[in-house]
């Protein structure tokens, strides 16, 4: 069976036609995607940065001191984590530690005990964690204040309870902060 000269072709240009309709339809389906992929990415990193960190503080509790490495956490018996988590958000997977003292001249952090793991990482963040949007500048560490990590919202409220900037928040003679409420089973 022949077809007529005006119809040869016809499903050729159809199924270049649907090709076309569907490459636009993935392209505009990609960057949710991609969004979905990094925003899956944040959450394990969150999930795996509190899991080492929360070793980190278990390990310094049991043993007196920091470990050099992740390896030494997982010696720990019972352990104390689950496995040695990779970073999800780098290609090669490799945590930067954060040390307990800063490193030397070299910048080598080798032999150094560390308190806590942050992403290489260098993309914006979809999640915010810690008032940070910079997946690099999120720190996973066992002793916050070891860090100088401050809390910002315990600054604000200071300040809106009268202290200076870096102090304690002022309490008056009564035992309460201005704005807050006394408990009545506190004895006086």
Not at 19 to 42: D, T
């Amino acid at each position: 069976m022949s077809f007529p000269r005006s119809q040869r072709g016809f499903t050729m240009a159809l199924a270049l036609a649907m090709a076309v309709v569907m490459g636009i339809l993935l392209l505009k389906a990609a960057p949710s995607v991609i969004a979905e992929v990094q925003r899956e990415n944040e959450s394990e990193l969150i999930f795996r940065g509190e899991a080492i960190a929360n070793a980190l503080r278990i390990y310094g509790a049991k043993m007196g001191h920091y470990p050099q490495n992740l390896d030494e956490v997982m010696k720990v018996r019972p352990r104390i984590l689950r496995q040695k988590y990779l970073d999800p958000m780098t290609p090669d997977g490799e945590w930067d530690y954060i040390t307990q003292v800063q490193p030397g001249a070299s910048g080598s952090k080798a032999g150094l005990p560390i308190v806590g793991v942050r992403s290489h990482s260098q993309l914006n963040s979809i999640h915010i964690y810690q008032n940070k949007t910079l997946v690099r500048d999120w720190q996973f560490a066992a002793e916050q204040n070891l860090l100088g990590i401050t809390d910002d919202l315990s600054k604000a409220q200071n300040l809106l309870n009268g202290a200076a900037p870096g102090s304690s928040p002022i309490v008056p003679p009564g035992g309460t902060k201005p704005g807050s409420t006394p408990n009545p089973a506190e004895p006086k």
